[in-house]
């Protein structure tokens, strides 16, 4: 047990909730941000210490950092929930703000800012992306990601404490997009077609604890991919139907498909200001390959380590029967 402080940005998220849990189970002082439209979810009745605003409130900001031994920095929005300019605000100019009140206010601890692992990618060289393999962002979450991180270096580099953390695709309860449309596939009769590529996917608990371990053990300025097993889409939806008695998506949609789908998805953006996935047809491509990590980084330097998918499987399959049967 600990009696030491942290501020939480993004806490009424996916994962952030289940950082402020883990938290408060190890003993922290949890101060949380939300804004006065969030849904505080399961920790509405936690014992934390609400902040209310955004990344945007300085005062707030500067009264929740005061005084902290840890700063998780994992306030962000993609482009499933807003505009290409919205999410450049939030994760670009909301990081910035956010550094910009810890280097002023007084007594703040350690930065843990919490990235993607999208501003990483495999190439010819590397099957399994690295934190040296610096991608070309690809849309706005990306680049905004990628220059949010810059900021972070930089904050580094001139006297703040800070460590990045790029967690790959995160499964667990509470998640409203990746983890139920992986389980859909896995289990659902009505749900027959499996995306071709592949990705990395890792347990929410198990990034919990890369994040807390980042903050205890990892080097200041330095990135730690947080990521689980690699797996197809096919294997990882056979893995799921095999664990659970599901009946498994059998068809492949085929790249193609997808790939035709990314001008589309250009045009309505450009004309409607409204996102439409795969996006643009970069996005389009790269949803069609396989998005492999490794995370030896953070195994070596943090004692990192992840659960193979079947052990994240119980837990979040309760939570998605109940919310979405
Ligand atoms: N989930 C993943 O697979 C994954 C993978 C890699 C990286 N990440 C990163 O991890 C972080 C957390 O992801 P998540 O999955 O937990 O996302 P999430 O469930 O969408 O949560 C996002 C959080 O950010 C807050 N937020 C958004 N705009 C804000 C603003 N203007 N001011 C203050 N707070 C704001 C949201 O508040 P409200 O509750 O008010 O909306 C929410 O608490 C993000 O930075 C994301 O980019 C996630």
Redesign the pocket.
């Known amino acids: 047990m600990t009696s030491k402080i942290a501020a939480v940005?993004?806490?009424?998220?996916?994962?952030?909730t289940h950082l402020c849990e883990r938290l408060l189970e190890d003993g922290w002082t949890v101060r949380a941000?939300?804004?006065p439209?969030?849904?505080r979810g399961d920790l509405e009745d936690a014992d934390l210490e609400w902040y209310t605003g955004?990344?945007?409130d300085t005062e707030t900001l500067e009264s929740m950092v005061t005084g902290t031994d840890a700063v998780f920095h994992?306030?962000?929005?993609?482009l499933w929930?807003a505009g290409p300019e919205t999410v450049k605000r939030?994760?670009r100019d909301?990081t910035a703000t956010v550094l910009s009140v810890c280097r002023t206010s007084e007594d703040v601890g350690r930065l843990v800012f919490?990235?993607?692992?999208?501003t990483r990618q495999p190439n010819e060289t590397s099957p399994f992306a690295d934190e040296t393999d610096v991608a070309e962002p690809i849309g706005a979450y990306q680049s905004s990601?990628a220059e949010a991180e810059q900021l972070v270096d930089r904050y580094a580099a001139t006297g703040g404490d800070a460590v990045t953390v790029?967690?790959?695709?995160?499964f667990g309860p509470g998640?409203?997009s990746?983890t139920p449309q992986l389980l859909s596939m896995g289990l659902e009769p009505t749900m027959p077609a499996y995306l071709p590529g592949g990705l990395s996917i890792v347990g929410v608990s198990d990034v919990v604890d890369g994040i807390i371990a980042a903050y205890e053990k990892g080097g200041s300025g330095e990135h730690y991919i947080l990521g689980g097993e690699n797996l197809t889409y096919d294997r990882a939806v056979s893995r799921i139907s095999d664990h659970l008695g599901g009946v498994p998506a059998r068809i492949p949609v085929p790249a193609q498909a997808i790939h035709a789908a990314g001008p589309v998805a250009e045009a309505v953006g450009t004309v409607t200001d409204h996102q439409v996935f795969p996006f643009n047809r970069r996005m389009a491509k790269l949803a069609t390959e396989r998005l492999f990590y490794t995370s030896e980084k953070a195994k070596t330097e943090l004692d990192y380590e992840y659960a193979p998918l079947e052990e994240h499987l119980p837990e979040t399959v309760t939570w998605y029967r109940e919310e979405f049967r």
Request: hydrophobic share 30%; charged share 15%.
């Open positions: 940005t993004g806490a009424t998220g996916f994962l952030g941000l939300s804004r439209t969030s849904d955004d990344v945007f994992l306030a962000g929005i993609g929930s939030v994760n909301g919490t990235s993607t692992a999208g990601k790029h967690p790959t695709s995160v998640d409203e990746f």
